[in-house]
């Protein structure tokens, strides 16, 4: 799957220039319909924190704090976080960062970091930085819940996909896999998606 409208070359992509283009076609304005099954299924523990990086608009973050968590969200584009606290003004437990998560991700820990589409976005070689992260993000207990685009690693553009082999690789060496299941999705994105619910030990 490649995002339609997305330029053909293939170095890095400049997200603060896609989202001032508003050439962001992976924006659904809503949340991804296998959190929000997800979230149905599991309530939020009291107190419970979130992080969600590479938040975009802020969709799944919003989602996140409807649901009871206190929940942060990071993005390294100001034009997003911008968009995303237009949307999404004085709510208490929201709160909307401009920041890179592989180079400065939170000082604080949370309960749950939930991915979507920042695994997808970011180069290749940048994966295990992505790892490392995560690992100082989470609480101990805590939760990764993933979805990943089971598509070819190796495309021009974003997304870029992944497979079982390379998320083991990645976070078996310090987070359980509890549980591994197909999500519902968006209309475009039929087979493409895996979901994974991770825990630290």
């Known amino acids: 799957m490649k995002f339609k409208g997305s330029p053909p070359d293939p170095m890095p992509t400049d997200w603060e220039e896609r989202y001032l283009a508003e050439d962001t076609p992976w924006n659904k304005d809503l949340p991804a319909p296998g959190l929000v099954d997800w979230s149905d299924r599991n309530p939020t523990p009291r107190g419970g924190s979130a992080l969600v990086p590479g938040c975009g608009i802020g969709h799944d973050a919003h989602h996140l704090a409807s649901s009871g968590y206190l929940t942060t969200a990071l993005d390294l584009s100001p034009t997003a976080i911008g968009l995303a606290r237009e949307k999404y003004p004085g709510i208490a437990n ?12 939170p000082k604080e820990k949370f309960d749950l970091v939930f991915e979507h589409t920042l695994f997808c976005a970011i180069d ?8 490392c992260s995560l690992k100082d993000s989470l609480k101990p207990g805590g939760l990764f819940l993933a979805i990943h685009f089971f598509i070819p690693r190796e495309q021009e553009e974003p997304p870029f996909g992944t497979n079982l082999e390379e998320i083991t690789d990645l976070f078996s060496p310090f987070l359980e896999l ?12 039929e087979g493409e ?4 619910l991770w825990g630290m030990p």
């Open 94 to 105: 929201l709160h909307f960062r401009e920041g890179d998560f592989l180079q400065n991700p």
């Open 124 to 131: 290749l070689d940048r994966r295990q930085d992505y790892a």
């Open 178 to 189: 509890r549980e591994q299941w197909t999500p519902r999705n968006f209309p475009n994105r």
């Open 193 to 196: 998606e895996q979901m994974f």
